[in-house]
């Protein structure tokens, strides 16, 4: 079987030597060159052994297309989005594969606000890939450049939005997993000017990814056993571009993933209140914290850009998505790990709590996330209409698969669940969640069940 190649609003990722080969990097170059008309380019990627070659090849093709190219390095996500903006850069690319395994590579393409292209966009830029690229005389080619000051613009934002002083009167010990990602050497840097003492966990940036890539509970063993080793005051785990941050509690006990966004949006709720936007996959437990608050709350499709575009149409107070993205409006409007950690350092000086106890304070839920290798759907619409059909009454969105809330069902109350194809792996999510892990295996085994009956 052919490798597949994911297009969508998260970028165009494939594996690199069959489906990302430098045909498609050409391509990429010469649309996105068209797509911004010209001017100039912002590039950085993760630490992943293929980013160089990559980035050699697409920045000489958008140069020859007359774009000027500022190579910032390696470096998180959150780095080059944050760049475009203070270069006033016509766009930006990642070459990030994110959380896919090693063998990946992608193009995630940022516009003018520094933030990625939204569904319309990324649509017009498709259509522009399909066309023969123009490229600029000799004379008129952009030129090629290197910034090497973006991790320390980016230290400096994100700093500028938390009391610095209170976090360093605490004198924290952090461990720290970065998964020799980009977030290896910014993030102890950005720890260490708020005088915190720093554990590193695989923070060597060679894109060994020591452990699997994605910073959920089952990856984060070394991390936990750093923070029992140096009784740690937290321990911190980052994805391998370094966009979602996981959190590890002073007894390296993970406090899952979902946690993140709910601690941050209490935290920042508990000082302003304002509008609170997640994706529809995200814990019921931000839900509730926004209710407590009296903040108005919305859910999006899933994707970055999804949550990030109706957050700047709402002028949110706080985002993000349950996989560990907090998107903070006050740092910029894109999910950022090293924004996550400067509030939760905060909340821990201001409070005077540990991570434990601050978790325990949360609205308590069960979640369980669940892929099978079906790419959409089975027998969409009219799956989609059979379920709307079977649990009339109850809450249903249908802009992103399908979600249920259940609010009357006998068994399931409080609890809900979320049907979709990935926009990032050819897989489908199901997402459950329950009030307990009992109420999350009922429904989610009950709608597993349910789709291999309509396969
Ligand atoms: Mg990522």
Redo the contacts with the bound molecule.
């Keep these: 079987m052919a490798a597949p190649l994911m297009k969508s609003v998260s970028g165009i990722r494939g594996i690199v030597g069959s489906s990302f080969t430098p045909d498609l990097i050409v391509k990429t170059g010469e649309a996105f060159a068209a797509w911004l008309k010209r001017g100039k380019v912002v590039v950085g990627r993760d630490s992943r052994p293929t980013g160089e070659t990559v980035a050699r090849c697409l920045e000489s093709v958008l140069a020859m297309a007359g774009c000027d190219v500022v190579d910032v390095g390696i470096v998180p996500?959150p780095t080059v989005q944050l760049m475009v903006e203070e270069l006033s850069a016509a766009g930006g690319i990642v070459i990030?594969a994110?959380?896919n395994p090693i063998e990946w590579n992608a193009f995630k393409l940022i516009g003018p606000s520094g933030s990625f292209l939204n569904q319309k966009e990324i649509q017009s830029f498709f259509k522009l890939m399909e066309l023969p690229g123009k490229y600029a005389p000799w004379d008129r080619m952009g030129a090629l450049s290197k910034h090497e000051g973006a991790g320390d613009v980016h230290i400096g934002r994100v700093l500028a939005v938390v009391d610095a002083g209170a976090i360093r009167r605490r004198s924290f010990t952090v461990a720290l997993d970065s998964v020799n990602g980009a977030g290896s050497v910014i993030t102890p840097a950005l720890l260490e000017r708020l005088g915190c003492r720093v554990a590193p966990v695989h923070c060597t940036m060679d894109g060994a990814f020591p452990r699997g890539a994605e910073p959920v509970p089952e990856n984060l063993s070394d991390l936990a056993n750093v923070v029992m080793r140096n009784s740690c005051h937290v321990g911190f785990a980052q994805?391998?571009?370094a966009?979602?941050l996981a959190i590890v509690d002073e007894n390296g006990r993970p406090i899952g993933e979902e946690n993140t966004i709910a601690l941050v949006t209490r935290h920042l709720l508990g000082k302003e209140v304002g509008r609170v936007v997640v994706n529809l996959s995200t814990t019921k437990a931000v839900e509730e914290i926004a209710r407590k608050y009296g903040a108005p709350f919305t859910r999006t499709k899933v994707g970055e850009i999804n949550v990030a575009d109706e957050m700047r149409r709402r002028g949110a107070r706080i985002g993000g998505e349950g996989n560990g993205g907090v998107i903070s409006p006050e740092v910029h409007l894109g999910r950022d790990s090293l924004a996550g950690i400067v509030y939760v350092l905060e909340m821990m000086a201001e409070t005077g709590k540990s991570v434990s106890e601050l978790v325990a304070e949360l609205p308590q839920f069960h979640m369980i996330k669940g892929k099978s290798k079906i790419g959409k759907l089975p027998r969409g619409d009219a799956f989609k209409a059979m379920l709307k059909e079977k649990f009339k009454g109850e809450r249903i969105s249908d802009i992103d698969g399908i979600r249920i809330d259940f609010t009357r069902h006998p068994e399931f109350g409080g609890g809900w669940v979320h049907l979709r194809a990935s926009n990032t792996e050819p897989i489908f999510r199901i997402i459950a969640e329950g009030g307990d892990e009992k109420q999350a295996k009922k429904i989610y085994t009950h709608f597993v069940s349910m789709m291999r009956l309509m396969r």
């Design positions: 996500t990030s994110s959380h994805d391998p571009d966009d979602r």
